[in-house]
């Protein structure tokens, strides 16, 4: 199936661990993000790449770094995990090609630190 | 102050309902209008999208923009229990790259 993809789904660990999380997409589409979406629902953007090319950096801290290794995936790395991490985490793909940038979104990766 | 204001709710509606959802907005430059839906414990999607003002007809449901008030609806005729699932309204700038999402209504049709 064409579809975003992510793992793990769910993750739980304890504060100051490293953790990562995985996207593919086969859609064919150039820009991916990453998403963190709290307990209220509320969608924040957290980085944007096209081509594997960083284009979006929204004030995330230090401790988030994505890695793109080609334009099919982005990766999430988090070190020195903390409470306030916890949240679901979504990944989402998008064709830039003029109009608005449907985006299309992975199934979510519920991180919870304890 | 937040660029897109959208009421959380919770919102709820006997089946066969018109809903109403709405988000305001800040800034004048956006250009595109979008609203997803998002079941629990899934991703969002996109339900329809308009470009500058005006009204978009799909099925059910009515997407209507008025830039002058920089306030935008989603209207659901007929509602279902189906249509349970968190709303969420989405701009963007012309050729921004990333759209600016509300923070969401949650709406429970209830049979």
């Known amino acids: 199936d064409t579809a975003v993809s992510q793992t793990p789904k769910y993750l739980v660990t304890q504060m100051g661990n490293d953790k990562s999380i995985k996207c593919e997409q086969n859609?064919?589409?150039?820009?991916m993000y990453w998403y963190k979406q709290d307990s209220k629902k509320f969608l924040k953007i957290m980085f944007s790449?096209?081509?594997?090319?960083?284009?979006i950096n929204e004030t995330v801290p230090n401790r988030f770094s994505p890695k793109s290794p080609d334009k099919a995936h982005l990766n999430l790395h988090i070190n020195s995990l903390e409470l306030g991490d916890s949240a679901v985490y979504f990944c989402?793909?998008?064709?830039?090609?003029?109009?608005?940038?449907?985006?299309?979104f992975g199934p979510g990766t519920r991180l919870t630190v304890l | 102050q937040k660029e897109v204001e959208q009421d959380p709710g919770p919102l709820s509606v006997p089946e066969g309902a018109i809903v109403s959802l709405n988000c305001t907005y800040s800034?004048?430059?956006?250009?595109?209008f979008m609203w997803y839906r998002q079941y629990s414990r899934k991703g969002p999607e996109l339900l329809m999208y308009?470009?500058?003002?005006g009204n978009k007809e799909d099925g059910r449901f009515t997407a209507q923009v008025d830039k002058s008030s920089k306030y935008i609806s989603l209207f659901i005729r007929d509602s279902q229990p189906s249509d349970s699932a968190t709303y969420l309204c989405?701009?963007?700038?012309?050729?921004?790259?990333?759209?600016?999402f509300g923070d969401g209504t949650t709406l429970t049709v209830k049979p």
């Open positions: 989402a793909s998008s064709q830039a090609a003029g109009g608005p940038h449907e985006q299309f």
């Open positions: 859609l064919g589409h150039d820009t």
């Open positions: 790449y096209n081509n594997k090319e960083l284009i």
């Open positions: 800034n004048s430059a956006f250009q595109y």
């Open positions: 308009t470009y500058s003002s």
């Open positions: 989405a701009m963007e700038f012309a050729n921004a790259g990333k759209s600016t």
